[in-house]
């Protein structure tokens, strides 16, 4: 992959030739690896302990289980921020 390669939309004015900046987390990161893997192990050994399922079960299914609590997770924090800004506009206005 391409290290230099253009990640973010926001033009930098310290590089020559306005080349973009990238704002997303570096994937190359060891301890993004190894903090994903540990949630993804901690979903399976749950995830078997308070169901039905055993290991070998469960770890079928692992991967669905972290995609729904994924956008669970997103979603509470998605209204989270709106109700937080719906708070902070109701006080600003009265």
Do not use: N
């Amino acid at each position: 992959a391409d290290s230099g390669r253009a990640k973010s939309l926001k033009p930098s004015a310290s590089r020559p030739g306005g080349c973009f900046i990238s704002r997303l987390v570096d994937v190359r990161d060891r301890r993004l690896w190894v903090v994903m893997a540990v949630v993804v192990l901690l979903v399976w050994l749950v995830g078997a302990a308070v169901t039905k399922y055993t290991l070998e079960q469960m770890a079928y299914v692992t991967p669905i289980a972290v995609v729904v609590l994924g956008a669970t997770v997103g979603l509470v924090l998605l209204w989270v921020k709106i109700v937080v800004d719906a708070l902070h506009r109701r006080r600003s206005t009265s």
